[in-house]
């Protein structure tokens, strides 16, 4: 029989809801409504050891303690750089507690590993090439609160992303030497721990194709931003697989499984990270065969500047700016509307410093009269997609959700 929980349980998780409702609440509603649109999250805390964790992190939004996970309002993405205090937080399972950098080892195994290997950080760092590189990290589940009919799961709204700098060696030249001819999949595994305490079970163990292993972008990274990386992004050693979910780059990393098969660790079966293979209606019961794993992501764009809910004088210039990016490659176009969709204009669009590096985008408007506006924007990228205006296909598990990104503005009489 599973455990009821206690009242003091009961009691906490109530003052948790309470203080994200009344902190962040109105940004659970879809993006088109106002309220969300003027919504101004600011960090909601609860008294849990966890959440020292964020103590560096002002400003993000909690959205759960157990486990920890917060998100980064979309105008503190404003850097192009995005810095440690200012990345969202996803956890799955407990954190490990020792994390020395001196003492962890990276073991290379698996049913199609020709020859088994184990490295130290530092091994690594002598035997192969280290390189730097700006790489977007996003959550599948980004933009998860605006779907209809709502899905369970962490309510995301636009802050599960950003794209700091990322140090460490190719997975590929790790591979390379290792990898048998009837590879199929790179999964890892992790030091932290299930939530339930049993150690038995892991909170997360995921995986990515050997033919995006063996790309030059993916990275087994030990530093962000020019420093160790942060305990809790998955110091001392994590892997970077730009371009897919977030949860294909496992923090804590402890092993590499080379696969004759797709991994089947914990969250690559079922429905974790997985859409259905064809469109389904809204509210759709999907069957766990008819899911697909979720690749390359989607086209995207997010406004950092300024912040939803300015209010400015008639005729006064706006100055706006943000980020774009895709799994599918570069962006070509970044289009602002300011006339919900009438018309558009193209912005000033920056380069990106690497593959799977967000570009900037600027541009200046200046609103036609007193009253409300949204500005609207639209990221086209090099495949040829377009952001979509609406949430894009309901999936049960809340994922891929690209929509355009709008904020609020106030033009005074």
């Given at each position: ?197 049993d150690p038995?079970k892991q ?205 609020a503005v106030?033009?005074?009489?």
């Amino acid at each position: 029989m599973k455990a009821s929980k206690t009242p003091q349980a009961l009691s906490r998780r109530a003052a948790l809801r309470k203080g994200l409702a009344v902190a962040g609440g109105a940004a659970l509603l879809p993006s088109g409504l106002g309220a969300l649109l003027w919504a101004r999250p600011e960090t909601a805390r609860a008294a849990a050891p966890t959440i020292d964790l964020l103590k560096d992190k002002p400003g993000l939004r909690l959205l759960g303690d157990r486990p920890l996970n917060a998100e980064t309002p979309a105008h503190l993405l404003n850097d192009f750089v995005t810095p440690a205090s200012k990345l969202f937080v996803r956890n799955n399972g407990v954190p490990p507690v020792n994390t020395d950098p001196g003492n962890w080892m990276l073991e290379i195994t698996g049913e199609a590993c020709e020859r088994p290997q184990r490295f130290s950080i530092d091994e690594l760092k002598a035997r192969f090439e280290v390189v730097t590189r700006h790489l977007v990290l996003e959550c599948g589940g980004n933009g998860r609160s605006e779907f209809r009919p709502r899905v369970s799961g962490n309510q995301w709204t636009t802050g599960a992303v950003g794209c700091p700098l990322w140090t460490g060696v190719r997975l590929a030249d790790v591979l390379k030497a290792v990898v048998a001819p009837n590879a199929v999949y790179v999964g890892y595994e992790s030091a932290d721990t299930h939530l339930s305490g049993d150690p038995k079970k892991q909170p997360i163990s995921r995986g990515i194709p050997i033919e995006k292993a063996l790309e030059d972008d993916c990275l087994l990274a030990f530093e962000m931003n020019g420093a160790p990386i942060p305990d809790v992004h998955g110091a001392p050693l994590r892997l970077i697989a730009p371009g897919y979910p977030g949860s294909a780059s496992g923090k804590w990393l402890t092993t590499l499984l080379i696969r004759d098969r797709i991994h089947d660790g914990a969250k690559m079966t079922g429905s974790s990270y997985r859409v259905p293979c064809e469109p389904v209606a809204p509210g759709t019961k999907v069957p766990d065969e008819a899911m697909c794993i979720i690749e390359a992501m989607p086209v995207k764009s997010l406004i950092t500047a300024p912040r939803s809910g300015l209010s400015l004088e008639a005729g006064e210039p706006l100055s706006l700016s943000g980020h774009a990016w895709s799994g599918a490659g570069a962006i070509t176009e970044v289009a602002l509307s300011t006339d919900f969709g009438a018309s558009w204009q193209t912005a000033r669009l920056g380069a990106a410093e690497n593959r799977f590096g967000w570009q900037r985008f600027e541009h200046t408007v200046t609103l036609p009269g007193p009253g409300y506006y949204e500005i609207w924007a639209r990221a086209t990228d090099e495949a040829g997609a377009t952001q979509p205006m609406l949430v894009p296909g309901w999936n049960p598990k809340g994922y891929l959700n690209n929509a355009a990104h709008r904020i609020a503005v106030q033009v005074l009489a």
